[in-house]
């Protein structure tokens, strides 16, 4: 498993937190093999990408991009202003597994399912 940070705003990153919490997520969903990227960008940057990739023209705190190459889940766009304090890990978890195919959008019943999950992942931090 490897992560690629890149940072593009003035949040101090821990690279050390942010690689052991995708190590746990994946290999607890026996995906241990992937690597993804993470990037931390500007409230204005996540606003474009929000209203270009989902027709929301608004700030978000996390958006994930699956990206289909071999052994490459893809990457996690987070917006350090938006992300309430103490809930970075947790909003990373959540990008995580939306790259893995969970989707709370969808149905209650998926929403529970994420939910569940992003818990499971949070309590073994």
């Known amino acids: ?62 958006l994930s991009f699956n990206l289909k190459e071999k052994g490459y889940l893809g990457e996690i766009v987070i917006c350090p202003e938006v992300v309430k304090e103490g809930e970075m890990l947790r909003v990373f978890i959540h990008g995580i597994l939306h790259l893995l195919g969970y989707d709370h959008e969808k149905n209650k019943k998926e929403s529970e399912k994420m939910e569940k999950k992003e818990k499971f992942y949070l309590n073994k931090i």
């Open 1 to 62: 498993m490897t992560l690629d940070i890149n940072n593009l705003t003035k949040f101090k990153v821990d690279k050390k937190s942010f690689t052991q919490v995708a190590k746990k997520v994946l290999s607890g969903e026996n995906r241990e093999t992937e690597s993804l990227s993470l990037a931390f960008i500007s409230k204005e940057e996540i606003q474009e990408l929000n209203g270009k990739h989902r027709k929301k023209d608004k700030p978000t705190d996390v």
